[in-house]
């Protein structure tokens, strides 16, 4: 094969990638920060979250009474309401001011109060009323509260109007009493949990910023060991953009294809979320993603110098990312600057995409804006870490070039001054100066 040919170029190419592939995959293992955030949290932080929202639906939720009424009505009400799942009586009061101090102490979330005319109104045809207060601060036991509550109330008016009701059978009493009637049907979420909404986004989030830090953290560690504190070193296996950028990628994406295969498809079956996840569609998906955050991780940490800057601008993002995308507040509520800025990282289509498949069953097709997305965005990352990595190639053989100079100009005074002697220094300099020609 010819030498200087195009053949040899590709060999020689394809050889200083797989150079650049496998040092960068011993600097994963070998640096504490990088195996730390690389490896060991996409293995174990999943499954931390995934437990604790493990019970994703509340149940038996403490509520204080205060029943003034002390009657029939009254106790069939609590009753009823007891006998639910998601609410428990747990305390009787005597007043709302005992109800408020439980409140406050958070022994219970909410209070169910009956007046002293409460069965006497509803004997006159009158209405009555029940004061629901119920812990805001919490939404899930707000909810479990005031449906119970809801559901409680409608059974007992229409039994009521049953009653009063002409009709000559009970069939017609209850078509009398309520003539429009409704299925709730749930679709897609159908256990209602808040863990099957949050978690497959939170999934996503982790693949993200764990990327993100472990790319940022090499790129430090690099610095810091590097001659010029420069991220690209200088040697001829880190003399092109291309194989500096696809050896950096390969390293990075054959580990995440392993992580993302273990954390959208075995964790939520560990913990029995839905999970209605296509392996094919879950490749596809995956593959456009990864390689956005990692284009994406490339570009940030030419940026970025040190370390610590990494940890702190990542970890500041995580929750702001996850609002953004809309999972859990409602996209059209987001300023319009916000819904912009989130179109900047993969998180905001890969979390969204993949909410879709996993939790609604959808396809490629069903996510093709998502899809296109990000395929876009692993264009355009991808042509600004070549260039921001051209950038650092640039300036490390301008320094080293300086250096040569320098170390140059002091053997040559060194020669000028003692020119019979062959001093320690003289030596040194020489072969740096060899080895730095060499190089550059």
Not at 35 to 59: K, T
Not at 207 to 216: E, K, M
């Amino acid at each position: 094969m010819k030498r200087g040919g195009l053949l040899h170029q590709i060999k020689e190419g394809i050889y200083d990638m797989c150079y650049i592939m496998v040092q960068e995959t011993k600097n994963e293992f070998r640096d504490e920060g990088v195996l730390i955030f690389c490896v060991l949290v996409p293995l174990f932080y999943p499954l931390l979250y995934s437990w604790i929202y493990n019970n994703e639906v509340v149940r038996d939720v403490p509520v204080a009474i205060v029943d003034l009424s002390h009657s029939q009505a009254s106790r069939q009400f609590i009753r009823m309401f007891d006998a639910g799942s998601d609410t428990k009586a747990a305390y009787y009061c005597n007043s709302l001011e005992e109800a408020k101090i439980l409140t406050g102490k958070q022994q219970v979330h909410g209070t169910l109060y009956f007046p002293r005319d409460f069965e006497t109104r509803l004997g006159r045809g009158e209405q009555a009323t029940v004061g629901v207060y119920c812990d805001m601060s919490l939404m899930l036991t707000y909810k479990a509260i005031y449906q119970t509550a809801q559901a409680v109330a409608s059974a007992i008016n229409a039994k009521i109007q049953i009653s009063q009701s002409t009709g000559f059978t009970n069939r017609d009493d209850e078509i009398t009493t309520k003539p429009l009637d409704f299925d709730e049907v749930p679709i897609f979420n159908t256990t209602g949990g808040y863990g099957n909404a949050i978690i497959p986004g939170v999934l996503i989030l982790i693949l993200q910023q764990t990327l993100l830090l472990g790319i940022g953290l090499a790129a430090g560690t690099a610095r810091e060991h590097n001659r010029y504190q420069m991220l690209v070193p200088i040697s001829k296996h880190y003399n092109g953009i291309f194989r500096i950028v696809f050896g950096k990628t390969a390293a990075y994406f054959i580990l995440y294809m392993i992580m993302a295969a273990y954390i959208t498809l075995c964790v939520p079956r560990m913990f029995h979320f839905v999970s209605l996840v296509n392996a094919k569609t879950l490749i596809g998906l995956m593959v456009p993603f990864l390689l956005s955050c990692i284009f994406f991780g490339l570009t940030m940490s030419c940026l970025v110098r040190y370390r610590e800057n990494v940890m702190l601008l990542v970890v500041f993002t995580s929750v702001p990312l996850l609002f953004m995308t809309g999972i859990s507040w409602p996209q059209s509520n987001i300023p319009w600057f916000w819904r912009s800025f989130a179109v900047l990282f993969p998180s905001t289509f890969g979390i969204r995409g993949f909410l879709r498949i996993s939790s609604m069953g959808g396809s490629l097709q069903d996510i093709i804006q998502e899809y296109q997305a990000l395929w876009i965005q692993v264009i355009v990352y991808f042509f600004t870490a070549c260039l921001v990595y051209r950038y650092q190639i640039l300036q490390s053989h301008k320094r080293a070039i300086v250096r040569m100079r320098q170390m140059k100009e002091n053997k040559r005074i060194a020669n000028a001054t003692m020119p019979n002697s062959n001093t320690q220094e003289s030596d040194t300099a020489d072969t740096d100066t060899q080895i730095t020609e060499k190089q550059a």
